[in-house]
């Protein structure tokens, strides 16, 4: 499939250890924030995702951390597995659109 | 279940050549949008529909791109006299609820429609 991660960053980590994937966002009026995960040759799919209002939200293996004050967003991966392996795209809605980050290229290594 | 679903998967055409991307989204999702991905960026938006109804136009890049969903379900985007900077993935997604300032409907994509233009 074609490879999504072209000059992404890249984030490396062994078989088990948890990630921490982080994510700037633009528009201080963004009022909802999504992690999504992309594999070669698919579609952005849906991770998880938190309002503007909270600040932390969790799902199964994987923590969502929304910092207002700076902008930030980061996304905490538990356990990391090979099948984790993906870029990583945060998102952020204002209005009615998704603007989308440059990603980061997750590899898993055994 | 089936996902949304979207054909060709991949598009070559000639340049000056029209082309038509089908999206079949999620049986009974209200909303679906479309977007351009280029390699090793995020998808970027172009437009979005509720139902039969296009509701925010501002990201088609000019007058050659055009999308459609006239009966609220498939939707079908145009580019006309396609030029080689329009070579990109086009995804599609689409969610349950209508896109709106307040609701947190997930968007589900599409396997894309891989488009080159020669």
């Known amino acids: 499939g074609e490879s999504v991660g072209l000059h992404l960053p890249t984030l490396s980590v062994q078989e088990g250890d948890n990630s921490i994937i982080n994510c700037a966002y633009s528009n201080s009026a963004s009022d909802y924030f999504i992690w999504y995960k992309q594999e070669s040759g698919k579609g952005p799919q849906f991770i998880i995702d938190?309002?503007?209002?909270?600040d932390k939200r969790q799902g199964q293996r994987v923590t969502v951390l929304l910092n207002k004050t700076v902008k930030h967003l980061s996304l905490q991966i538990a356990a990391t597995q090979p099948g984790d392996s993906a870029v990583y795209f945060c998102?952020?809605?204002?209005?009615?659109?998704?603007?989308f980050g440059t990603g980061t290229q997750l590899k898993v290594e055994l | 279940g089936a996902g949304v679903s979207q054909s060709p998967r991949y598009k070559v055409t000639k340049r000056g050549q029209d082309v038509a991307l089908r999206c079949d989204p999620i049986?009974?999702?209200?909303?679906l949008y479309w977007y351009r991905q280029a390699l090793g960026q995020g998808p970027e938006f172009l437009t979005y529909?509720?139902?039969?109804?296009?509701?925010?136009k501002s990201g088609l890049p000019n007058d050659r791109f055009s999308a459609e969903r006239p009966e609220g379900s498939i939707s079908t985007l145009t580019i006309q006299r396609t030029e080689q900077r329009d070579s990109a993935m086009y995804r599609c997604a689409s969610s349950l609820a209508p896109g709106t300032a307040t609701s947190t409907d997930t968007q589900y994509f599409g396997p894309g429609t891989r488009l080159t233009v020669l």
């Open positions: 938190i309002r503007s209002n909270m």
């Open positions: 049986s009974g999702h209200v909303s």
């Open positions: 529909f509720n139902y039969e109804a296009q509701q925010d």
């Open positions: 998102a952020e809605r204002w209005g009615n659109k998704l603007t």
